[in-house]
T-cell receptor, first 112, second 113 residues
Framework: GAGVSQSPSNKVTEKGKDVELRCDPI?????LYWYRQSLGQGLEFLIY????????KSGLPSDRFSAERTGGSVSTLTIQRTQQEDSAVYLC??????????FGPGTRLTVT | RKEVEQDPGPFNVPEGATVAFNCTYS??????FFWYRQDCRKEPKLLMS???SGNEDGRFTAQLNRASQYISLLIRDSKLSDSATYLC??????????????FGSGTRLQVQP
């Protein structure tokens, strides 16, 4: 079946611009996570959605970062006024009711 | 102390070798454990869950030692295609209700011909 999809696969933007990253989770998965991974580094948790519950935003690094999930399915991660340190791969994962997570291919963000 | 610790490696082994990775976790209340594999510039992919009784999937065997709070992954008869970074993943109980997984930084394996 279809896995997690993310778009765009690559995004180059100028410092100070806003960007939106999209994630389509696996159909029927109730949980959705956003992570980011800098080159050669581990995964950094950003935000978590579970059903209709309020999202867990505890990993967002600053108020320039926000995310929403519409209709319990598609999610959008928005970064406002991008900075060079925001350059990373942004990974989305979805999960059924258990803990195992299935990742999308990621969006590689480069801020110039 | 990190919540999940792994030896970063790299482990350089010849084809056909047996290699083992260990991982320790700090939260004794953790209940779910996984090994993920991440190829260079790719997303992590679930390799296998780790069960209390230990489990095997082909050439891969996972073990859990709750008393010592460590997890192991054994790869037998290594193939060139096993070259990747192996991530130890543990759930961290949260009073927020979030089903959180904490990812180790990974152990890099390079299988050589």
């Amino acid at each position: 079946g279809a896995g997690v999809s993310q778009s765009p696969s690559n995004k180059v933007t100028e410092k100070g611009k806003d960007v939106e990253l999209r994630c389509d989770p696996i159909s029927g998965h109730t949980a959705l996570y956003w992570y980011r991974q800098s080159l050669g580094q581990g995964l950094e948790f950003l935000i978590y959605f579970q059903g209709n519950s309020a999202p867990d935003k505890s990993g967002l690094p600053s108020d320039r970062f926000s995310a929403e999930r519409t209709g319990g399915s598609v999610s959008t991660l928005t970064i406002q006024r991008t900075q060079q340190e925001d350059s990373a791969v942004y990974l989305c994962a979805s999960s059924p009711m258990g803990y195992e997570q299935y990742f999308g291919p990621g969006t590689r963000l480069t801020v110039t | 102390r990190k919540e999940v610790e792994q030896d970063p490696g790299p482990f350089n082994v010849p084809e056909g070798a047996t290699v083992a990775f260990n991982c320790t976790y700090s939260n004794s209340a953790s209940q779910s454990f996984f090994w993920y594999r991440q190829d260079c510039r790719k997303e992590p992919k679930l390799l296998m869950s780790v069960y209390s009784s230990g489990n095997e999937d082909g050439r891969f065997t996972a073990q859990l030692n709750r008393a010592s709070q460590y997890i192991s992954l054994l790869i037998r008869d290594s193939k060139l295609s096993d070259s990747a970074t192996y991530l130890c993943v543990v759930n961290i109980p949260m009073n927020t209700g979030r089903r959180a997984l904490t990812f180790g930084s990974g152990t890099r394996l390079q299988v050589q011909p």
